[in-house]
């Protein structure tokens, strides 16, 4: 029943812009953790940003923080990652996550959410 369709992805050049959009359906995006995670080739999947909904606490990873922010809308049952300042080195596979109403969880961990996006990528040029 749970689905997470992302998009957004795309090409830019370094210093631009992009909004990805995570789609959810099964599930309200009221309550519980989503995040976004990121995939490079040869890399594991890292943490990028996370949102606990039902209070819109937010965290992000040090690389992005201060650069990407992570929204919710309620109405739409959608979560967005807006990106900006990209860097050559956010070029990777960007995933859509869900995880469960449980605020003592850490977010940058896979294990934490149950159900995941198909990904959108992302390439940013020198």
């Known amino acids: 029943q749970v689905q997470l369709v992302e998009s957004g992805g795309g090409s830019v050049q370094a210093g631009g812009s992009l909004r990805l959009s995570c789609v959810a359906a099964?599930?309200?995006?009221?309550?519980?953790?989503m995040a976004w995670f990121r995939q490079a080739p040869g890399k594991e999947r890292e943490g990028v940003a996370a949102?606990?909904?039902?209070?819109?606490?937010?965290y992000f990873a040090e690389s992005v923080r201060g650069r990407f922010t992570i929204s919710q809308d309620i109405a739409k049952n959608t979560l967005y990652l807006q990106m900006n300042s990209l860097k050559p080195e956010d070029t990777a596979n960007y995933y859509c996550?869900?995880?469960?109403?449980?605020?003592?969880?850490?977010?940058?961990?896979?294990?934490?959410?149950?159900?995941w996006g198909q990904g959108t990528q992302v390439t940013v040029a020198s």
């Open positions: 099964g599930f309200r995006v009221s309550s519980g953790w």
């Open positions: 949102i606990y909904l039902s209070i819109t606490r937010s």
């Open positions: 996550a869900r995880g469960p109403p449980n605020y003592g969880l850490p977010w940058y961990r896979p294990d934490t959410y149950n159900y």
